[in-house]
């Protein structure tokens, strides 16, 4: 082997070394890489996780567009990688405008533009996370997160059941339909409590799936 | 990306073009390249700070006038690595700011555009002020090999994973979006890039590391606008230029081109800041728009 060809081999295989060195370095930060999922809600019309974070270029177009200031850059502190949008239902829900604003102004495809409808969107999914505080669930007639739901009757019904505290009452327990809730927030925003009751979650952390053997699901719903 | 050795300057770039033709002559183009840089800036700063909105997003991606979209083609570069086909705003935006900088140099965007460049020239003066000449030796071709490792990351990960550490988007976007903790982190990655150039190496980020410049340098000098020696003859090898120069490989070229033979600078590197144009006190160099000079 004559020596300009072992300089080239060397040479080259030093700048694939190299360059697969830097390549592992940044591909280290991927919020992949880093386990958890984040919790941070998205934009409607948002696309699955990881497409999203191939797609965002975190210009904050969205945010800018949003008439109610519910979206903002998520910062190093946020659960979800910085810059790219996100919003905190407690502190300002979205307000599910029918024009989706936030979509329209995407430059990118990062919200996905066929989202039409914004009842069809899928930001999260709200849960009932604490029904030992909510007042409902205790017999009392709050309502509250039933009230505001906009759209009420299909994604939060009051169902009710006996009171078996005073044996003689009906307890109107708030039940989320994850078949029609888009995660706007509202619920969460508005629950009366210090700590709310009702949250909304990632459709990662909240989606349940019945067991593929389930038949039960042909009888009539139970609650 | 010939390594041309750069003479060790013996005095600070500067006086002796403020004693030939003033102050103002000397620091024509540095004055003109900071009040680019802060147009820039202001574009998008005039919405949030005074509700009139000129341009909206940030370099990443924005929106002027509600009609021009423009976005950084390098994004774009590892979103297609990562698999996602954009918009066609998103196609159109970066393939505008393409044909831009391909029409006039690559690498204006370092020295008229980009926000982090006033902080690496604040380093390099610094380091001039106090005569610190040592620095970490870092070969020009690393930045190539980040851009390489930034788009194999984002084809590897299917995430557009550099955007999460990119200084340059990190600190336009807390500039201009603003808030305590935003700012913050744009604080940070100026104060990482100025003291990397202060005290590790000199020019280390702009002239060594940098994967947008490095992109930007690729598209070339091939566009109308270079800095080009016309009376190269005049030269008293006083080495001003190279001492203030952040791409000094590139000057060498230029300055020695036979008598008579175009001198514009060729090198892709050459961010055509305009400093050497500055500081020459013979006043070798000019600004040369579609070969004429």
């Known amino acids: 082997m004559n020596a300009s060809r072992r300089d080239f081999l060397e040479t080259a295989g030093r700048s694939a070394c190299a360059l697969g060195a830097l390549g592992l370095g940044i591909a280290a930060l991927a919020p992949e890489s880093q386990g958890a999922a984040p919790v941070a809600l998205r934009p409607p019309g948002a696309r699955e996780a990881e497409r999203f974070l191939a797609a965002c270029a975190r ?9 109610y200031d519910t979206l903002r850059l998520a ?10 949008p996100i919003y905190v239902a407690r502190d300002v829900p979205c307000e599910m405008c029918p024009d989706i604003p936030c979509v329209a102004a995407c430059p990118t495809g990062a919200l996905d533009k066929s ?17 030992e505080t909510c007042l409902n669930v205790r017999g009392l007639r709050c309502d509250v997160c039933y009230r505001v739901c906009p759209l009420i009757e299909k994604a939060i019904t009051l169902e009710a059941q006996h009171n078996a505290g005073t044996g003689r009452h009906a307890r109107l327990v708030p039940v989320v339909r994850a078949e029609a809730c888009t ?7 508005s629950c009366v409590l210090d700590e709310a009751a009702i949250k909304v979650l990632p459709l990662a952390l909240a989606a349940s799936r019945a067991g593929r053997h389930d038949v039960y699901g042909n009888r009539a719903r139970t609650s | 990306m010939n390594h041309i050795r750069v003479p060790t300057p013996q005095r600070l770039p500067g006086p002796a073009a403020v004693a030939a033709r003033g102050w103002f002559a000397a620091h024509r183009w540095l004055l003109a390249r900071r009040a680019s840089q802060f147009l820039f800036l202001a574009l998008f700063l005039t919405g949030p700070l005074f509700g009139f909105w000129i341009a909206k997003g940030t370099l990443a ?12 083609p390098l994004f774009l570069s590892q979103s297609l690595l990562a698999r996602h086909w954009p918009e066609t705003t998103a196609l159109l935006g970066a393939g505008i700011v393409l044909a831009g900088y391909a029409a006039t140099r690559g690498r204006l965007y370092c020295a008229w555009v980009c926000p982090i460049n006033p ?27 980040l851009l390489g490792g930034a788009l194999l990351a984002a084809l590897a990960t299917g995430t557009v994973v550099w955007e999460q550490i990119n ?22 990655a100026a104060a990482a890039v100025f003291l990397f150039d202060l005290g590790i190496a000199d020019r280390g980020w702009c002239g060594h590391l940098c994967p947008v410049g490095a992109f930007y340098g690729l598209i070339g000098s091939r566009g109308f606008l270079a800095v080009a020696a016309p009376r190269r003859q005049a030269c008293d090898d006083c080495f001003d230029c190279f001492s203030v120069c952040p791409e000094p490989q590139v000057i060498g070229p230029a300055l020695h081109a036979p008598e008579g033979a175009p001198s514009a600078i060729k090198d892709g590197d050459c961010t055509a ?4 144009i500055d500081v020459c006190h013979k006043s070798v160099f000019a600004f040369s728009v579609g070969g004429q000079s």
């Open chain 2, 273 to 276: 800041c305009g400093r050497c």
């Open chain 1, 183 to 189: 995660g706007c927030g509202k619920c969460e925003k």
């Open chain 2, 61 to 72: 991606s924005s929106l002027t006038f509600d009609l021009l979209p423009l976005t950084d």
């Open chain 1, 59 to 67: 210009c904050g177009l969205c945010a800018r567009a949003c008439p």
């Open chain 1, 115 to 131: 989202l039409a409808d914004i009842a069809k969107a899928r930001m999260g999914t709200a849960v009932l996370t604490s029904p």
């Open chain 2, 167 to 188: 200084p340059v988007t990190v600190l336009h976007r807390g500039l201009v979006f603003g808030g305590s903790a935003a700012f913050g982190a744009a604080l940070a």
């Open chain 2, 119 to 145: 902080i690496a020239d604040v380093a390099q003066w610094a380091r001039r002020r106090f005569g610190w000449k040592k620095s970490l030796r870092l070969e020009r071709a690393t930045r190539y090999w």
């Open chain 1, 75 to 84: 910062r190093l502190a946020d659960d979800a990688p910085a810059g790219t």
